[in-house]
Each structure stands twice: as structure tokens, then as C-alpha cells.
């Protein structure tokens, strides 16, 4: 240092240190290490598929939908139609939820649904690997284990008792939620993949037995289609209708439901279904549930829906008796109470005495709930709790036969049956080839809102989606949601915390008092020579990637 320069500070009214501190090696004054680490973000671990949903925001932020769609579908293989009808758990985890409104990833899934036009992952020159797979419904468990076989390069068959593919997301979810169209693309994707539909062939435990014993495995994706009674005089009258019965053929009662007068009984999405499609077809709609809306299992989007369209909800009310009179049905129903929970969780309903009365329809429908129909399959699999019995893997009793979706307990919801197909499809891989499936080891370290520092986000309202309006939606079967833009989608991408992973904005360097956080190849270290563990770059990390080592 210039000798002159030295002497005027050392003449200033200050003390200045013209040494440096490289030789207190602080980092024995620490009782504790940061460590970085990459965590299981909550959006991923909601969904029950483990869409890596943080990883594609990230791939959209830097405008490659295409890369985006890529990944998703090596978890999901239809986001067009989750990105439709799912109940979205990845988004009701978001911790951006309980900052300013969690990210719309619904919204940005049906986008990327929309964009995939080819089959992901089959280029044509992949080797045939050795075996033929059957597959007993074309359902959402159907459909991916299919895919995922496929990619595996089995030759898969896809058997379908009714005259088109899709089960329940054909016949039983209305066009307003999913189009006939977006399924048919999807379907498309499938046989372009090489896997054969076969339509109008019922699987039962002889076809397993006899036809299908040349196939190296069969998974059952058989779903729920026989509607649950009511358990109440009257409900074989002609003007019951069950709830599956009615969406299946909804359009025979356009003209029989106009102007009517429809009581609609159960709480499910089943009932929000039915009732919302009665409403389209001209019907005065209500729904009857013997809970309060708390306990209602339907989706909130479809209970809104339903509110929104004109439907009444009649809570703590259960049918009792049906009867018929000139022309007309007269429901009975008693009140009910809400006493102790039952095996569900929920508080199970109780009548309240002296309370009955009487109210009259046209139609009533019944939605309480579907069963898996076992009847035909000759006591070939167990049956426990109404659902056929498997391992963690999906894999039945008898060991080529696997099963999936609603046959097998898993959560009525789309999603979940998707999930349990790719597992399914997994296993029977491993099985085939006769080799342990391996367990996976993934980091799944809770994360909260408060790991997140969000003094370094702005608030902003998440992208709007437009939809129709109550009124456009009379008489009308088109989707009522929207699809968003690409620069919208980008936009709402920007949104993302990227919990848990780091984003290198050098924060951790920045505020380091000892300078002992070093950059290092896309990565970050810690010099534990001069780290005392203050814990400043935990603080200040915006996506909580540090913590302290145990």
C-alpha cells in the first residue's frame, strides 16, 4: 500500500483495520453445520401421480412448453384431462396459497394437455421387449398402465365392454367437464403408441381363464359401475333414476327432463354431476345430502358449480320412503343431526325424531355411491371391503393378475386411478422380468411456508381463467373453463417459489458474514474453517435449500 496513503489513515479520527481476518478460523465456534439440500416440494407431493410440478414450472418460465409437456407426461401421461377434471391436491398444497393465492396448476396442466399432440417417449426404433399384457378396462387405471407398458415396449391389449373406450371418463363425467373430443385425442395418443383396443368385450374370470391365458400378465382396471341402493321403499319406481344410469344416457331425457322438477340425493361428484346436467337439460334441480357441506366429498369447484347454475342444496336431509301419485313422486325425508364421527372421518348423521316431511318431483336420481360388480369373475381374486384384495405393488393373489382404480380401494378420484395404473405397470415390469422392484429414496423432508422467506416476493394475483357465465351455460354442454395462453401459463410459472430448490440468487453468499458460503459449479459449499453457524443463510434463503445438519 502507498506509504503515503497509509499515513492519512492512520491520521483519521477512526479505527481501520488494514489486515485481513483470514486468520481466525471461526468455524470452531460453531455447534451446528448448514447444509444445502434439494427437498420434495408439497405441490409433488400431493399428487398422488408425483408430477415433479416445481421442475416444469421451471421448464415454462424459460418459454420450452414443449420440454414442460415432456416431463409431465413421463408422470402423468394425460394432463388434458387431469388439467380438466382433477381435484388438483398439488395445488391445494401449494405454500404460495398461504402468501397471496397458490399457483393455478390446473390451469397450466390442461395447457400442456393441449399441446401434447404426440406420443412422448416412442420414437419408432425401440426394440420390442418380450411379452403381451391385457388389460380389463379403458378407464384413467387402464389407460396409463397401458402407456406405461408400452413405453416399456410390451405389446398391450386394451379389452372394453362398452362400444368406445374411456369408462368413466367417457360415460360418466359430463362434456361440460371433459369433451368427447379431448378424450378421443388422448385415446389417439395411445393407439399411435401401437397399444389395440378391443371394444364390446366384457373380461370376466372364464375369458381371464380361457382366452386370456396367453398374455403374460392381465391388470384389472374394472372401476365402479353399479350405483348403490337407497335402501328406501319406492326406489324402483320408474321415475328413480341412479346417477350412473342417468349421465351414461343423459341426452334420452332431454326431452322428458324439460321444465321438470329433479330431486338429486347424495353429495359425491356423482350428485353434482347429475344435478348440474339435469340443469342443462331444462330441470329445476336439487340436491338432497343428509351432512352439512363440510362433509361433502364432491369436489369444491363442482359444489360452487352446482350453487352458481341454480342448484339448492337441502343439507342435513335423508330420504326415508318414495312414493307415486298422480303422475309424480313423493319423497319423505326426515332432518338429521350430526353426532360422532363413523369409519369415514365425517360425523355420521342421525334422524331427528318427529322431523319427517314430504316434498314432490317428477325424477328423482340417486347418487350415494358406486360398487366394483365381482360377479362374473368366479371367486378369481379375493375380495376384501368390497375391493379386490392386493399388494402395495397392485399385484393380486394370483401372481400375473394385477388390478387398479376403483375395483381395487384406491380413492375415487381420476388422478389416483392414474397412479395406481403406473404402478401397476411398474411392477408387472419387474415381475415379468423377474427382478426386485427397487425402492425409491426420495428426500421427502416436510416443507412449510415458514422454510420459505417471502419478503423476497411480491405479491400477485394469480392469472385469471375465464369461463363461462351461470347464464351461458343453460342448455349449453360446452366446457365452461378456458384454457389459458402460453404467455399466460409463463406468466403464472413466474409465480413459483421453487420450493425447496435453489434458484443460485447468491443470497447465501451475499449476507454471509464470514464470507464462508463459496460458489461452486452450479452448486454451493460450505468452508467450515470460518462458518460459526450464525444461521444468516438459512434465514435468508428464499426457498428454504439450507438447514442445519443433523
Not at 400442456?112 to 426404433?125: A, Q, Y
Not at 379389452?159 to 373430443?181: A, K, N, T, V
Amino acid at each position: 500500500m502507498d506509504p503515503e496513503l497509509i499515513k492519512k489513515i492512520r491520521n483519521l479520527p477512526v479505527v481501520v483495520s488494514l489486515g485481513d481476518m483470514s486468520w481466525n478460523k471461526t468455524g470452531s465456534w460453531s455447534l451446528q453445520k448448514p447444509v444445502f439440500s434439494t427437498k420434495y416440494p408439497p405441490c409433488q407431493e400431493g399428487c398422488p401421480a408425483h408430477v415433479p410440478v416445481r421442475e416444469i414450472m421451471a421448464k415454462i418460465k424459460t418459454k420450452d412448453i414443449d420440454g414442460a409437456a415432456k416431463l409431465f407426461v413421463e408422470s402423468n401421461p394425460f394432463p388434458a384431462i387431469t388439467g380438466r377434471v382433477c381435484h388438483h391436491p398439488c395445488q391445494l398444497n401449494c405454500l404460495r396459497g398461504k402468501f397471496d393465492g397458490a399457483l393455478e396448476i390446473r390451469a397450466v396442466e390442461r395447457l400442456l394437455g393441449d399441446f401434447v399432440t404426440t406420443p412422448i417417449g416412442i420414437t419408432g426404433s425401440k426394440p420390442e421387449t418380450t411379452g403381451e399384457i391385457a388389460v380389463a378396462g379403458s378407464g384413467p387405471s387402464g389407460l396409463a398402465c397401458a402407456y406405461f407398458l408400452r413405453l416399456n415396449g410390451y405389446n398391450v391389449t386394451i379389452f372394453e365392454s362398452r362400444s368406445q373406450p374411456g369408462g368413466l371418463l367417457r360415460f360418466g363425467i359430463p362434456p361440460y367437464r371433459l369433451s368427447d373430443d379431448v378424450l378421443d385425442k388422448e385415446i389417439k395418443r395411445l393407439e399411435k403408441m401401437g397399444i389395440e383396443f378391443k371394444t364390446g368385450v366384457t373380461v370376466t374370470g372364464k375369458l381371464i381363464k380361457e382366452e386370456l391365458s396367453r398374455y403374460n400378465a392381465v391388470f384389472l382396471g374394472i372401476g365402479a359401475h353399479v350405483s348403490r341402493n337407497l335402501r328406501i321403499p319406492g326406489e324402483d319406481l320408474d321415475q328413480v333414476l341412479s346417477g350412473l344410469t342417468f349421465l351414461f344416457n343423459y341426452e334420452n331425457y332431454r326431452a322428458k327432463f324439460k321444465n321438470k322438477k329433479v330431486v338429486v340425493i347424495g353429495g359425491g361428484n356423482t350428485a353434482m354431476d347429475a344435478a348440474r346436467t339435469a340443469l342443462r337439460l331444462g330441470a329445476r334441480a336439487n340436491i338432497l345430502y343428509r351432512r352439512t357441506r363440510q362433509e361433502m366429498p364432491a369436489i369444491h369447484e363442482e359444489i360452487e358449480g352446482a350453487l352458481e347454475e341454480g342448484c339448492k342444496i337441502d343439507f342435513l336431509s335423508a330420504p326415508v320412503e318414495i312414493k307415486q301419485s298422480n303422475g309424480q313422486l313423493e319423497l319423505y325425508c326426515v332432518r338429521m343431526r350430526l353426532g360422532e364421527p363413523d369409519e369415514s372421518g365425517r360425523r355420521r348423521p342421525e334422524p331427528i325424531h318427529d322431523s319427517q316431511f314430504k316434498s314432490t318431483y317428477d325424477y328423482v336420481i340417486s347418487a350415494v355411491g358406486e360398487d366394483p360388480d365381482f360377479r362374473d369373475f368366479d371367486n378369481l381374486f379375493l375380495v376384501e371391503h368390497n375391493a379386490i384384495k392386493i399388494n402395495e405393488t397392485g399385484q393380486t393373489g394370483v401372481p400375473s393378475i394385477f388390478a387398479g382404480g376403483d375395483a381395487a380401494g384406491y380413492p375415487r378420484t381420476v388422478v389416483d386411478a392414474i397412479a395406481s395404473g403406473k404402478k401397476a405397470a411398474t411392477a408387472i415390469h419387474y415381475f415379468l422380468r423377474g427382478k426386485q422392484q427397487p425402492q425409491k429414496t426420495e428426500n421427502k423432508s416436510p416443507l412449510t411456508i415458514d422454510d420459505v422467506n417471502t419478503s423476497y416476493f411480491v405479491p400477485e394475483e394469480a392469472v385469471h381463467i375465464n369461463s363461462l357465465t351461470p347464464e351461458d351455460r343453460e342448455d349449453n354442454f360446452s366446457e365452461i373453463i378456458s384454457s389459458l395462453t402460453e404467455q399466460e401459463a409463463v406468466e403464472e410459472s413466474e409465480r413459483c417459489f421453487s420450493c425447496g430448490a435453489c434458484t443460485f440468487c447468491d443470497n447465501c453468499v451475499i449476507f454471509c458474514p464470514d464470507f464462508s458460503v463459496i460458489p461452486s459449479e452450479n452448486k454451493y459449499r460450505i468452508n467450515e474453517e470460518y462458518c460459526k453457524g450464525c444461521g444468516i443463510c438459512i434465514k435468508e434463503c428464499p426457498r428454504g435449500v439450507i438447514h442445519w445438519s443433523k
